[in-house]
């Protein structure tokens, strides 16, 4: 009995020790944030409110906003229409509605160059395109947050720590 708990033990401390050493490959390389100049939105039929094709230097990635979630501009499933439907108090047609006027806004607003703020940490989605998560900043400024101000997104997803060491915690704040 001894044998199998030291053992179990063992086992643990060298899966902690492991996982350790794997975050911290993963932080060195996934936590310093890189600023894309001169960006271009690159038109596509998948581009929407929150999530967009751009080309910087010469690559083309797949940007979703941190933050905030801009409604589906298409009835790509009923679950999150009806979830985005629900915050914002409008029927799921409504909702898609919104969604095409947040792509309409992001089309406006990206249709000179920007800055896009990244860790190029993994966006997930189905596309054969690297998406990443990023920071949007335009000469009006952050891009979630107008897009918060005029009511096309909702503050959602995921919220890193800012490049200026402030918490995501306080970028919630400020969106709220």
Known sequence: ???RLSLTFATIVCGAIWLSAADCVDAKGKEDWVTLDNCQLLPNKANDGDSFHIRANETEYLVRLYFVDAPETAN???AR???QAEYFG???PQVIEIGRDAKKFVDAKLSEPFTVITRLAEGLG???IQRVYGLVRTKDGDLGEQLI???LARI???HPAMPDGSSGEDEIQKLA
């Open 76 to 78: 790509l499933g009923p």
């Open 149 to 151: 101000t005029n009511g």
């Open 126 to 128: 189905r596309s054969k």
């Open 1 to 3: 009995m001894i044998k």
């Open 90 to 92: 409008v029927s799921v």
């Open 156 to 158: 959602h997803g995921v």
């Open 81 to 83: 229409l009806i979830e």
